[in-house]
Every structure is written in C-alpha cells, then in structure tokens.
C-alpha cells in the first residue's frame, strides 16, 4: 500500500527566506507520481508541482521546486523567496499508476508554513 | 480559479437526511474524483469515474454514491448522514486517468450534519 509521510506539523519561515517541507513516500509500484498542493485558509486545493518517477529531472514551476531523491525516497518540496501570501497548509501526494485505473492521490497529513515578516 | 465548480458552497442538515454534491470538471476533462477532508481522517479519496464509468473506488461508505453523466458533470449522494460525516467534501478532475495528468480541485462543498 502507498504511504505519503510528512514529519513537520508546522514550520516557520522569514519572508525573502526559502524553506524545505519533507516530504516521504512509500510504494512498491515502479510508476509513480508525485504531487505537492498548497491549501490556504479559505479553503481550496492549489495544485503547485508535479514529478513522475521515471522524469531524469527535479521538477520546477517558478518559487517552486521539488527536490527528489529516489533512492531514499524523498520529494521535498523547496519555495525560494518566500511571500507572506505562501503561508498556508502543504500537502504531498502520491499517485500509482501500476494498475493502469488507479488514479487516486494518497495524502500526507500537510505541513503548515507560516511566513513571518 | 481551477475551472472545475462545486455546488453548494456550505450544507448544513441533520442526522439521518441524505444530500446531494454536485460537481463540473473543467472544460475538457473526462476524469473526476470524489475526496473527504475531516480532521480526523484527513483527506480521503472516495471515488473516480472516467467518461461516465466508475475506475477507481478508495474508502467510500455504503451509505455513500457517485455517478458522472454523459455531459461528465457529478454527483456525490450521501444517505442516512451521521455527525462523523461532516467534512470538506472536494471534486477534482483530470483530462485523462493517465499518470502525468494533474487534477484540478474545485472549492469543496462544506458539510455539517447537526
């Protein structure tokens, strides 16, 4: 079964700093992704970043990026330049492919950033 | 804004009542999802249909059921609620089931049951 970790309840970041959420997963599935979404207080699911497993490359979309280690099966998510706007909660998700039907996300329990001036 | 919309927005209604949730993915997208977010549980997949048929089913209670339509819009149909069942009640969709594709979630439907 799939398991998405996420240790840090809570973490604390200066704004203009950059800060790393853990995030670490467990699958025997070869094919995978992996996900970060960032939920602010109103509510609504952002999706950020994606990696697949099989992508040779750390994935990166503007102030985001995803440090992924394989091997230690690890995805963190890095936010460079932090905006007082980033504070909210972080998910890290996990989708397997294997089956070839199911597309469902597993969750962590989130990690909530508070960006402080 | 994701594209894909929830209706209603808030639900309050009492033990036992049934509901129904109501969701349209984005233009485009074949695949949608049900999830549950509760303190307890955090959040849950329930349910994804792709093109009108059901492909992947998670913790979903009896008590609880989907279809998509032929114009690929859902819906979420909770019967005989009880306290634990209140939630943050989110669709999300995808263009296809595929591995890559992301899914787009829309602003959830917020439960309370009394």
């Known amino acids: 079964a799939q398991k998405i970790t996420q240790t840090q309840p809570g973490m604390f970041v200066q704004e203009k700093e950059a800060v790393t959420l853990d995030c670490t997963y467990d699958?025997?599935?070869?094919?995978?992704?992996l996900f970060w979404y960032k939920q602010p207080s109103s509510g609504e699911m952002i999706f950020l970043i994606y990696q697949g497993s099989y992508d040779q490359q750390n994935a990166t979309e503007g102030r985001y990026s995803l440090n992924f280690q394989k091997a230690r099966k690890s995805a963190n998510l890095v936010i460079s330049a932090s905006q007082l706007g980033d504070s909210a909660m972080y998910f890290c998700a996990m989708r397997d492919f294997n089956t070839g039907t199911a597309s469902k996300l597993t969750f962590g329990t989130g990690t909530r950033l508070q960006v402080t001036l | 804004d994701s594209g894909v919309t929830q209706t209603p927005k808030h639900l309050i209604t009492a033990t036992g009542q049934r509901v129904t949730l109501r969701c349209s993915p984005r233009s485009g997208d074949l695949s949608v999802y049900w999830y549950q977010q509760s303190l307890d549980q955090g959040l849950q997949f329930l349910i994804q249909?792709?093109?009108?048929?059901?492909?992947a089913k998670g913790n979903i209670l009896e008590r609880f059921s989907a279809q998509q339509f032929p114009d690929l819009h859902s819906e979420l149909n909770l019967s005989s609620l009880e306290l634990g069942d209140s939630a943050l009640y989110f669709c999300?969709?995808?263009?296809?089931?595929?591995?890559?594709?992301?899914?787009?979630f829309g602003p959830g439907t917020r439960l309370t049951v009394l």
């Open positions: 699958t025997s599935d070869p094919s995978y992704g």
């Open positions: 249909y792709y093109n009108g048929e059901e492909r």
């Open positions: 999300a969709s995808s263009r296809t089931s595929g591995l890559g594709n992301e899914q787009f």
